[in-house]
């Protein structure tokens, strides 16, 4: 069985194929840390992390994106970005997914 955060996860992913951007990561890990998805779109890589929500009384998933998260985001996407050695710019995104058929993605650059 796939968990809701993995679901959501694969949801976010194909959104974001359709609105143009390219995966090139999903759920890259090391043992310090963990990157949701990476993605480019117009030269630009993205550090994605997916915030799943069944109901709205929950909150959003950016209310979640307190500042020792923000941090560890920091952290992997500057990890990821030494590792690939990528010269580009790069950002960081949180997927907000809620509703029980994950219909409902808002996508905010942090």
């Known amino acids: 069985m796939i968990s809701s955060g993995s679901r959501a996860e694969t949801v976010v992913a194909g ?8 995966i090139l990561d ?32 929950q909150g959003s998933g950016w209310e979640y994106i307190l500042p020792k998260k923000l941090k560890q985001m920091e952290f992997a996407a500057k990890l990821w970005v030494q590792y690939h050695k990528w010269g580009g710019d790069w950002r960081l995104l949180v997927a907000d997914v809620s509703g029980a058929d994950y219909s409902r993605i808002v996508l905010l650059e942090l």
């Open 15 to 22: 959104h974001l194929v359709a609105s143009g951007y390219r």
């Open 26 to 57: 999903r759920s890259w890990k090391t043992v310090n840390c963990e990157i949701d998805i990476v993605a480019i779109k117009r030269d630009v890589a993205y550090f994605i992390e997916v915030k799943y929500r069944l109901k709205s009384n």
